[in-house]
């Protein structure tokens, strides 16, 4: 199936790692072009080092919650590419999880700043580009399980992660008008450097956990990205899709 993304340019946010490098990888599959960001320069080199035999790909730093990294990180792609067509604001931190009595408004504003106004500035710079060359495209942020089923002691990332499904919602309705759709993954435990330490080795079932006793692969994330990036979801905007292996629909034992 042709996802319509040859000849696309898309952005990955947090691309450097986990599930925002599979991304990359799975879009410059696609044919698309990417330019891969993330926090640390090193981290963003090796990157693109690495993804360089796959297909057309750059790489820029920037900190998705300061406003002018994000302005220059869309500016760079279209000079870089000539255009905009995908926007996939990935980047994310865990740490620190604390109970929110123990939470410092330094952390609180962090956390909330990674996640929630990254968010809010890559969405907003990406439109305003597609805007002003006339391109449909399409926005997909990051959203989790924890917006829905609170973790324990992740207050702030609970919190921000609710936050950026009432985003990308308001988003798909104020971008409708120049025909970009906005849609979130939520995904469940996937191995990633930010979850591994919390997780079982590979290949160990987790009981209980979901309808599929077991964590996800990056790879399986990226593939929901994909979708909400192609032309296969024209109808589909505002919505948030779970990639969870079922955790989000099994009640607790005691529930039963
Ligand atoms: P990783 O910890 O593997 O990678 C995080 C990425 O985000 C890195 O590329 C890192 O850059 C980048 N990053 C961190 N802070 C910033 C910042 N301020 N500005 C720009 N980039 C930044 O994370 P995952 O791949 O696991 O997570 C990706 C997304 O998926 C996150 O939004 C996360 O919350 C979400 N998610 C993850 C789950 C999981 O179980 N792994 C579950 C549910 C949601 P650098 O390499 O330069 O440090």
Redesign the pocket.
């Known amino acids: 199936m042709d996802l319509g993304l040859k000849e696309k340019v898309a952005i990955v946010?947090?691309?450097?790692?986990?599930?925002?490098r599979a991304a990359v990888k799975a879009l410059l599959r696609e044919g698309a072009s990417v330019m891969v960001?993330?926090?640390?320069r090193e981290?963003?080199e090796a990157a693109v080092r690495e993804l360089a035999p796959s297909g057309k790909v750059a790489g820029a730093p920037?900190?998705?919650?300061v406003e002018a990294d994000v302005v220059r990180l869309v500016e760079e792609t279209v000079r870089r590419f000539g255009r905009l067509d995908v926007m996939v604001a990935?980047?994310?931190?865990?740490d620190p999880y604390r109970n929110l009595a123990e939470t410092s408004a330094e952390d609180w504003d962090r956390m909330i700043a990674?996640?929630l106004r990254?968010t809010f500035l890559c969405g907003r710079e990406a439109a305003r580009a597609m805007r002003a060359a006339k391109i449909p495209g399409r926005i997909v942020t990051?959203s989790?399980?924890?917006a829905y089923e609170c973790d324990p002691l992740g207050g702030s990332y609970n919190a921000a992660k609710a936050g950026i499904v009432g985003l990308t919602r308001s988003m798909a309705i104020d971008f409708a008008e120049w025909g970009i759709r906005v849609n979130s993954v939520a995904?469940?435990?996937?191995h990633?450097?930010?979850?591994t330490q919390d997780l079982p080795p590979r290949g160990t079932p987790i009981e209980g956990l979901g309808a599929l006793p077991r964590a996800g692969e990056?790879e399986e994330v990226a593939a929901a990205i994909v979708f909400l990036a192609s032309n296969a979801c024209d109808y589909i905007t505002g919505t948030t899709l779970f990639v969870d292996g079922g955790q989000t629909i099994v009640a607790p034992k005691m529930r039963w």
């Open positions: 946010t947090g691309g450097s790692r986990g599930i925002g960001s993330s926090l640390r981290s963003v920037c900190d998705v919650a990935n980047a994310g931190i865990a990674v996640h990254g990051l989790s399980t924890s995904p469940g435990w996937i990633t450097d930010m979850s990056p």
